[in-house]
């Protein structure tokens, strides 16, 4: 395997799957409960978008007016607008970094941030949240997952190693052991305690948790 990064990667989708158990399962849950958020006269963002499938998917399914608009910093991951089956007209991606203050986003009933964070330096991560929060309509919603670090070691060994047991279903030892060296440089997760505390600094009160697949933690916080 080269060197992980998201600049290069192909089949991002197809790596992400194997890279994460029950990631399917995961995004199903997500697109059932998209469906209490998502109506007409709003905008649906999703931070970090990569190739778009999470947006494209809901984008399928949905009979709204409701506008969907992903956001993604690397230029390889997004997908070419032409591309896209925008027939509705209600489809846009845009290449943008979502650290900048300027984020833009407004009048939101629902934001995704699906394991985007964790790839972003810890002291910019509440103004994202920040942003989102005063963007939301109120009852609107931010789903968002991330992979945490758990604050029993004992616990933390065994997660760590059971998903190693599962990558290697996919990925040799030596590819395993590599991405993990190129992880080290872009990816900072935190404890469930440290993010929770985050959301709620940026002004979230209703927080809820409804995935979790070893260290791989999905909540659902409401405005």
Not at 109 to 120: G, P
Not at 128 to 145: E, P, R
Not at 178 to 204: C, H, S, V, Y
Request: contains cysteine; hydrophobic residues 40%.
């Amino acid at each position: 395997m080269s060197k992980f990064s998201f600049e290069t990667i192909k089949d991002f989708d197809k790596h992400i799957s194997k890279s994460i158990p029950s990631y399917s399962t995961l995004i199903k849950v997500i697109e059932n409960i998209s469906t209490y958020f998502i109506r007409d006269g709003y905008n649906v963002y999703d931070l970090g978008c990569s190739t778009g499938t999470l947006l494209k998917r809901l984008h399928s399914r949905d009979d709204s007016k409701a506008i969907f608009i992903g956001l993604d910093i690397s230029t390889n991951l997004l997908p070419v607008y032409e591309k896209v089956d925008n027939k509705k007209g209600r489809l846009f991606f845009f290449n943008k970094d979502i650290t900048k203050d300027n984020l833009g986003l407004i009048n939101a009933s629902i934001v995704y941030s699906i394991f985007t964070l964790q790839f972003i330096d810890y002291s910019k991560r509440l103004t994202i949240l920040k942003n989102v929060y005063k963007s939301l309509v109120k009852g609107g919603a931010l789903i968002i997952t991330e992979k945490i670090f758990l604050e029993n070691s004992k616990l933390q060994d065994i997660f760590t190693f059971s998903l190693y047991d599962y990558k290697k279903e996919y990925f040799t030892a030596v590819d395993i052991l590599n991405k993990q060296k190129d992880l080290r440089r872009i990816m900072f997760p935190i404890t469930e305690k440290e993010n929770i505390e985050l959301f709620k600094e940026a002004g979230f009160k209703h927080i809820e948790s409804f995935f979790q697949s070893l260290n791989f933690k999905g909540w659902i916080l409401l405005k």
